[in-house]
């Protein structure tokens, strides 16, 4: 398994009480090692991302914006995104990780790989950063695929709806974006009915689930909904917006999985792809202890080990909305 989370992602300085604090890092490695999974990992270094290369995804005046604040000393781009003076340089680095895993899975090297970077990057659409996000990691990274001519799938379980990727793809029939988030929250996108543009119909797939969710209901989607849908679609690659502010500990969110959750989920997920083409990069997750444990299941997921830190989570809400899930989507696409 490859991984990557360098302490130099600490230095992104959000400021005193931002949940998107440095200490995620540390949440990570800590979860890695108290789980002993040092034996299964491959470290690698970052890398930064070139113009070229988050040019697919952001146009040069958005990342000249980006540039130019941090040189300036940063401060908050609006009431949730904070600058500091290195936070451009990491956003870039963060995007070059995620493709140098990439280059190495694409040598064989490993079976899987899991980024942990700061700061994340789903909410950042081309143009606009937003919701703690400057680039968008997981674009760059799919756009670096499709530039090889390859499918991607990218596969979100963040506790809130990542409208900048969904919007980065909405036309472009070779990448299709799953989105499991809590509903209503923010950012207040993500209906099951969105379902990408005509040429691109069907790419877009979005299971908005209620606050007090469990385990059991993301299961059920995945193997009435999602599982089909992806393997319809056939991938060459799936990355996944790792957040782990689904976790019922989770400050920012309202939802009730657990890490033996996310294990599970990940486990279904994998083997809808070919073997070595799964690369994960953390997204959201704000209590540290949850951080720790839900990496650590990942990464055994993608490593092909069954870790429960934590037991699987069922009962609660979440029935009728995967029902009305299935039942909208199935009629947007019929109305289409």
């Not at 990408?196 to 790419?203: H, M, Q, Y």
Request: proline share 6%; hydrophobic share 40%; glycine share 12%.
């Amino acid at each position: 398994m490859l991984c990557s989370c360098d302490v130099v992602f600490k230095e992104h300085d959000t400021g005193v009480g931002h949940p998107e604090r440095p200490a995620r890092i540390d949440a990570v490695a800590a979860g890695l090692r108290n789980h002993h999974l040092g034996d299964m990992l491959l470290p690698f270094q970052p890398r930064a991302a070139t113009d070229d290369e988050l040019l697919r995804v952001h146009p040069r005046s958005h990342i000249a914006t980006i540039e130019r604040f941090a040189a300036g000393g940063g401060g908050h781009l609006d009431v949730d995104t904070v600058v500091s003076e290195r936070s451009a340089e990491l956003a870039r680095l963060g995007s070059g990780t995620l493709l140098e895993a990439l280059d190495r899975l694409s040598d064989g090297v490993a079976t899987g790989a899991f980024v942990a970077v700061r700061p994340p990057g789903h909410h950042a659409t081309a143009d606009v950063a937003m919701g703690f996000c400057l680039y968008n990691h997981v674009a760059v990274a799919a756009s670096e695929l499709r530039s090889r001519g390859e499918r991607v799938v990218v596969v979100d379980f963040d506790g809130h709806h990542g409208n900048g990727t969904q919007d980065i793809f909405w036309d472009d029939p070779g990448v299709m974006y799953v989105s499991w988030h809590q509903s209503p929250h923010y950012p207040n996108s993500g209906r099951a009915d969105e379902c990408g543009s005509d040429r691109a119909l069907g790419t877009t797939l979005n299971v908005p689930v209620p606050a007090g969710v469990t385990g059991e209901h993301y299961r059920r989607s995945i193997e009435d909904l999602v599982g089909p849908a992806i393997e319809e679609f056939e991938p060459d690659w799936m990355l996944v917006s790792a957040g782990f502010d689904g976790h019922r500990a989770d400050p920012l969110c309202d939802l009730a999985l657990s890490s033996g959750d996310i294990a599970d989920v990940v486990l279904d997920l994998k083997g809808l792809v070919g073997k070595g083409r799964v690369a994960a990069l953390m997204e959201g997750g704000y209590d540290l202890g949850a951080v720790s444990d839900c990496s650590a299941a990942l990464v055994a997921a993608l490593g092909g080990l069954r870790l429960h830190p934590e037991p699987p989570t069922s009962g609660g809400p979440g029935a009728v909305f995967v029902e009305s899930a299935i039942d909208r989507r199935h009629r947007a696409m019929d109305d289409r």
